[in-house]
């Protein structure tokens, strides 16, 4: 075994390997040729003395040795980027490729918003995002696939740290002619006796959603489990019952044949933070983040975001639902 001959370049190779499970496609995210990234891969698992890939003519599959290999060539190149950052200096913490998560019920009503100015503060940031399932997206940052996730706290984690950003208010989106939609606000007490869509299992929403329900005596419609916000706008506009959505979907969701109404009670509202793993090298570069996200979430909302302190907070921390 010859650890000194192995690469930077074939600790990339066999990573974005992993990431693809093919070849051609693993070579296209290299930007070099197939048979280059296949011969040293071949070399590494010479200068090892084991074989990391098992080799299909359809796919590739990484061995049980092979994933730990992996596991652990995510930690090098992350360390190696990091490397990287702290000399280019303090000055600009954002810079270079960035990996974050993001849950189904904030991306696309928090990205939009975010985006823009943050590529005019950053221009050197190289933003990759993942929109994923709670579950998911703590899986990725573990492996190393992500640098951070925008998350609904609380998780269950205790490899994880977070900061608290904001905590984004409960909406009811009603059709046109429902009777609580003469109200002003809607309390928790109000859903009693009224049918409420949720989302499908597996989303954070959900199982606050079913936590409000369940206090307010609503009627949860068993038959209809959507895998958007999208879809429930749709449900609720045909009449089927009402939802509940965050502050931030508000002017995307509500329309001519809805009625959103702000939801009052002690826990009519979730909690966002930023997570990242407890030794992620860059900590001052999910500060500067986090700090740019409250800066910009108050704009996109409809008046009631409030703002956490931006201090970090240890995990682990009793979980509400999947995400």
């Known amino acids: 075994m010859d650890l000194t001959a ?6 990339r190779y066999l990573v ?5 499970g093919h070849f051609g496609k693993a070579a296209a995210k290299c930007f070099v040729t197939q048979p280059t990234l296949s011969t040293q891969l071949k070399k590494l698992e010479q200068n090892l003395g084991v074989q990391l890939i098992e080799r299909d003519p359809r796919c590739a599959r990484l061995t049980a040795v092979g994933h730990q290999v992996v596991a652990r060539a995510r930690v ?3 360390q190696v980027q990091a490397i990287g950052e702290v000399a280019r200096g303090q000055a600009e913490p954002l810079t270079g490729e960035f990996r974050l998560g993001v849950i189904p019920t904030l991306g696309p009503y928090l990205l939009p918003q975010l985006l823009r100015p943050l590529e005019s503060r950053f221009p050197r940031l190289q933003l990759v995002v993942v929109e994923q399932l709670t579950a998911t997206l703590i899986d990725d940052l573990l492996a190393h696939r ?3 996730a925008l998350l609904a706290l609380p998780v269950d984690e205790d490899s994880l740290q977070t900061i608290a950003l904001f905590d984004e208010p409960f909406w009811v989106l009603l059709p046109k002619q429902h009777m609580l939609t003469r109200r002003k606000h809607v ?3 109000d859903l009693e006796g009224h049918t409420v869509l949720l989302l499908a299992e597996g989303h954070c929403l959900r199982e606050q959603a079913l ?7 609503a009627a949860v419609a068993a038959d209809f489990r959507a895998s958007s916000l999208e ?6 506009s045909a009449g089927y ?13 509500r329309d001519s044949s809805t009625v959103a109404k702000p939801l009052v009670g002690e826990r009519a509202h979730r909690r966002i933070g930023l997570f990242w793993r407890r030794s992620y090298p860059r900590p001052e570069a999910i500060m500067c983040l986090g700090d740019f996200i409250r800066e910009h979430v108050v704009r996109g909302g409809v008046g009631s975001i409030r703002l956490t302190p931006l201090v970090a907070e240890d995990q682990p921390l009793a979980s509400l639902g999947a995400g």
Not at 211 to 217: A, I, K, R, V
Not at 244 to 251: K, N, S, Y
């Open 187 to 189: 309390r928790e007490a």
């Open 16 to 20: 974005a390997l992993a990431d693809t």
């Open 211 to 217: 936590s409000l329900c369940s206090e307010g005596h």
């Open 146 to 148: 992500l640098d951070a």
């Open 241 to 253: 019952g009402c939802t509940l959505i965050p502050e931030l979907a508000v002017p995307r969701l």
């Open 6 to 11: 192995i690469t930077l370049t074939e600790l």
């Open 231 to 236: 879809t429930l706008r749709h449900l609720v």
């Open 76 to 78: 090098i190149l992350e």
